[in-house]
């Protein structure tokens, strides 16, 4: 009688433990098909952002989830500065690693040539006159080299941030020395540049720069049709009353023919937890009284073009979502969770702690303020109810050629999901 107790217990824990490695290998395997070089970093070249959107519109078959249209699609235009082709760099005579060494700048003009460098540093700055010198060159077919380090003036702080981001000296480039990690962003591209601006790692900078030799390939899209993905399961007593989920699907794209960026944590793993949420609310035992909405917005990194499209053109009423959930950049766990907007919704927000109180979930549930920096933020000022979810810990390196999905642990995919959903079930 004991052994079989025991033998039925030991199948119990194996069916629950094989269900919660089911949903992590469904998971990791939606994240390795959205980083996988097919897709060329879910970005406008080669058409990145359509081949996923394909990829996800098939998964919202599968799940058979309804269209609000004829399809899953809601189409809105772009324009954007691109990197289609070489990326080329070299300091005096050596050539530098790109994604590595160096980032060439999203909005950066077709350049090609040898330039002589100037510096300006905090030697330059604070000199009266090896400022006034500095300030007599004519830069027009030189490189500007910004060295911020021990710079504390504030004054002389926003003369760097001048020369950095508005080039008041018309130089035909400008590369800056940048200290840590190198970060790389799409959403200073919305606008075309006559120059091209470059950021080098200090382990790769020294202070005898004199010439700087570079190839770069700028192409402004103008109109880019893109897109969002929207599809839903009605609600059972209830179907115009919504709850939503969003994430963003795209990344960063390319630099250069052979550079992409996978974007696993950001946001492949979001992607991944917002359909298996579809998959879960689809069964028939999970349907909620309500409908649940799943939207995946594009052009999030351009700067959330996506969702604010939609929210200017929704295709339901925005005043009939009784809460909205974003997930963003939710691969890691181990220091917990964040619930920007908690703040501003203490009720919703105390719901998750009061669940991580009684089961564990989190090591600590993390409440901001509101914050533009997710696709909730644009909902949120239309007035729905909108918090964006993201955990911490690991290292993750976002906006970089390291977000892989070998280096994200998903820590705690499966603990985010079951709050989330224990979450929705008091609405």
Not at 76 to 93: A, D, E, G, M, T
Request: aromatic letters at 14%; proline letters at 3%.
């Amino acid at each position: 009688m004991i052994l079989r107790f025991f033998i039925i217990l030991i199948f119990l824990i194996s069916s629950v433990f094989g269900a919660i490695a089911q949903d992590i290998d469904f998971a990791k395997k939606i994240i390795d098909t959205l980083c996988s070089p097919s897709m060329y970093g879910r970005g406008f070249i080669n058409e990145g952002d359509k081949i996923a959107a394909n990829y996800i519109k098939d998964r919202y078959n599968e799940i058979k989830l309804k269209p609000f249209n004829d399809d899953y699609f809601q189409y809105f235009n772009v324009s954007l500065n691109v990197l289609p082709k070489r990326v080329y760099f070299r300091i005096n005579n050596k050539e530098l690693v790109p994604a590595v060494d160096y980032l060439v700048s999203s909005a950066s003009a077709t350049t090609k040539g040898t330039f002589k460098a100037v510096l300006l540093n905090k030697d330059v700055i604070s000199n009266e006159q090896e400022f006034e010198k500095f300030r007599n060159n004519n830069f027009y077919d030189k490189v500007l080299i910004i060295d911020r380090k021990d710079v504390k003036d504030t004054i002389q702080m926003e003369l760097f941030d001048a020369l950095k981001y508005y080039n008041i000296f018309k130089a035909k480039g400008i590369v800056n020395i940048v200290d840590g990690r190198l970060s790389w962003r799409l959403s200073d591209a919305i606008q075309e540049n006559n120059y091209f601006i470059i950021n080098l790692s200090r382990e790769k900078y020294n202070d005898t720069i004199k010439e700087v030799t570079v190839d770069i390939n700028g192409s402004f899209y103008k109109n880019y049709k893109t897109q969002n993905l929207i599809g839903y399961i009605p609600g059972k007593s209830k179907p115009d009353s919504f709850v939503v989920f969003t994430a963003h699907y795209d990344h960063l794209g390319q630099m250069g023919e052979k550079i992409y960026f996978p974007g696993a944590n950001d946001n492949a793993c979001g992607v991944a937890l917002l359909l298996d949420l579809a998959k879960f609310y689809s069964k028939p035992e999970n349907q909620q009284e309500f409908s649940v909405a799943f939207i995946m917005a594009g052009s999030e990194e351009s700067g959330l073009l996506g969702s604010k499209y939609f929210c200017e053109n929704p295709l339901f009423p925005l005043d009939k979502i009784k809460f909205l959930i974003n997930l963003d950049v939710i691969g890691t766990g181990e220091d917990g969770m964040t619930v920007v907007n908690g703040t501003k919704f203490e009720n919703e927000f105390n719901k998750f702690v009061k669940i991580n109180d009684e089961k564990k979930y989190f090591k600590v549930i993390n409440k901001r303020g509101e914050s533009q920096n997710s696709d909730h933020h644009y909902f949120y000022k239309k007035g729905v109810k909108a918090i964006f979810i993201y955990t911490t810990g690991g290292k993750v390196e976002g906006h970089s050629i390291n977000d892989t999905p070998k280096n994200l642990p998903m820590t705690k995919y499966n603990e985010l999901f079951k709050i989330v959903t224990e979450v929705v079930s008091t609405f």
